[in-house]
């Protein structure tokens, strides 16, 4: 059964860091890109982010509001894939959720509050 | 970027009764490779997003058949045979054909 499960959000205060962990069970990770995406209270679904299998050259790709300011990275040793955010801006509030590359697997979502 | 439109916004549904549920591309999903990478997905309230269609109308496992996916090109239409009360939640279309990936601004469907 595939598992992805969320961790690491937070209250930080603006212009802050923290850094989100999936750790994924279920299927081959070493060979899956994966996705950050996230979702604002109330609001819809917004792609953050992806990161291409080290098969695949191991690159991210960004949405244009979050580069520069964070960071997708794995380690597929433990099936985990990480976002490192910086610069954080109250519109980075929302609950973040990771997802296979296809998406067609989605964890629970862990939440990021931004606020002074 | 890719804009997805959706239409309706909100859709409310007699059981039993057929939802419609359509999204359109600012330009082709047809991706290189002959493939057209536009999916669906269904959030339930209070729950993670789920994948219902994959490449216009590949049901997931586990999707009922009253999920049907189809379209071409720009367009593109999820349908719902007959609505069942497990299936109120927001619906997104979402294309993975180019980055960044964009979804839809979700589709709410709700018994009348």
Redo the contacts between chains.
Sequence with gaps: EVQLVESGGNLVKPGGSLRLSCAASGFPFSRASM?W?RQAPGK????VG?IKSKSDGGTA????LVKGRFTISRDDSNNTVFLQMHGLETEDTALY?CTTG????????TLLTVSS | DIVMTQTPLSSPVTLGQPASISCRSSQSLVHSDGNTYL?W?Q?RPGQ????LI?KISNR?SGVPDRFSGSGAGTDFTLKISRVEAEDVG?Y?C?Q?TQ????????TKVEIK
């Design positions: 996705n995406v819809g679904l917004e792609w992806r790709d960004y949405a244009a959720y296809a998406a067609d697997y989605w964890g629970q979502g | 999916s997905l959030q993670p997003p789920r994948l994959y997931f927001v997104y979402v993975g980055f960044p990936r964009t979804f839809g601004q979700g």
